[in-house]
């Protein structure tokens, strides 16, 4: 079993930065990716950005050039810039390895001013 806890979710305004978190933890295997998607209600919930391990990076492309992905071991993070109030959402950490999805609690992000 993996556990994802993430962080980083609040209140800003538009045009400002946030910067979301998520540690994994168990039975992590070498080869997994990570990423992050978001849901707002009566919509699907949609990829944003994605880090498969030694994999190309890939972000929606309503984010590209304000979202930054990264990854630090079991950790990931997404640099939130430029915040426009379509971005107001629950984000949600995405673990994948052996064809098993795993994912966060979410964390809510509010853009307004």
């Known amino acids: 079993q993996v556990q994802l806890v993430e962080s980083g979710g609040g209140l800003v305004q538009p045009g400002g930065s946030r910067r979301l978190s998520c540690e994994a933890s168990?039975?992590?295997?070498?080869?997994?990716?990570m990423g992050w998607y978001r849901q707002t209600p009566g919509k699907e919930r949609e990829l944003v950005a994605l880090s498969p391990w030694g994999g190309m990076l890939t972000y929606a492309d309503s984010v590209k050039g304000r979202f930054t992905i990264s990854r630090d071991k079991n950790a990931v993070y997404l640099q939130m810039n430029s915040l426009k109030p379509e971005d107001t959402a629950v984000y949600y950490c995405?673990?994948?390895?052996?064809?098993?999805?795993?994912w966060g609690q979410g964390t809510q992000v509010t853009v307004s001013s």
């Open positions: 995405y673990f994948h390895q052996a064809r098993n999805d795993y």
């Open positions: 168990g039975n992590i295997f070498s080869i997994n990716a």
